[in-house]
């Protein structure tokens, strides 16, 4: 299995407050994903990153920012979080030039927005 | 955008049986990736099988298969010898310039 964590594994907040995601490698790995997994819409990407410092949107990065100051750390953070982003959170991870190769998830983290 | 689209939300097998999953996709490009995801209850996503849009043969991995057909744009898994374990939720994923997942397709395995 390719070394992925994430932390928490489980949150529970409330409306309006900040929340921070960790999600740490240990493959070196270049490409960092985030997405929210939610029921009948699969897995959707939030943000990815292709280096250190290398951000940029997928499809519902609304209300979410990272930052990846190491190879092997990618933060997600909910400036302020609503109840629509409860959700799965998911990581990934990838190595292969033109992204074209798959990518390995770590384990997901719940989150409830109450 | 690309989108993937699978149109099964609930499928179920006998175990020893075969069992076919169905993927359609939709793009403009000519150079990309389709991939079979599982997700067990345990939540860990697990790669299944992948195959190259360039490639013509039906790629396989011990009892999955796909039958890729491009031109239809349609990437469909068959399970063969069906097992217990493998029920779980079944992704069908597209990788071209970005990454779209299926809504998914909950597979039960009847013994």
């Known amino acids: 299995d390719a070394g992925i964590t994430q932390s928490p594994r489980h949150k529970v907040t409330e409306t309006g407050t900040p929340v921070t995601l960790r999600c740490h490698q240990t493959e070196n790995h270049r490409y960092m994903y985030w997405y929210r997994q939610d029921p009948g819409h699969g897995l959707r990407l939030i943000h990815y990153?292709?280096?250190?410092?290398?951000?940029d949107k997928g499809e519902v990065s609304d209300g979410y920012s990272v930052s990846r100051s190491k190879t092997e750390d990618f933060l997600l953070t909910l400036e302020s979080a609503t109840s629509s982003q409860t959700s799965v959170y998911f990581c990934a991870i990838s190595d292969r030039a033109g992204d074209r190769y798959e990518q390995y998830f770590g384990p997901g983290t719940r989150l409830t927005v109450t | 955008a690309q989108t993937v689209t699978q149109s099964q939300p609930e499928m179920s097998v006998q175990e020893a049986e075969t069992v076919t999953l169905s993927c359609t996709y939709d793009?403009?490009?000519?150079?990309?990736?389709l991939f079979w995801y599982k997700q067990p209850p345990s939540r860990q996503m697990i790669l299944v099988i992948r195959q190259e849009a360039y490639k013509q043969q039906n790629a396989t991995e011990n009892r999955f298969s796909v039958n890729f057909q491009k031109a239809a744009k349609s990437f469909s898994l068959k399970i063969s010898d069906s097992q217990l374990g493998d029920a779980a939720m079944y992704f069908c994923a597209y990788r071209g310039n970005d990454m779209r997942f299926g809504a998914g397709t909950r597979l039960t395995v009847k013994p």
């Open positions: 990153s292709y280096g250190v410092k290398d951000t």
């Open positions: 793009t403009s490009e000519s150079d990309y990736y």
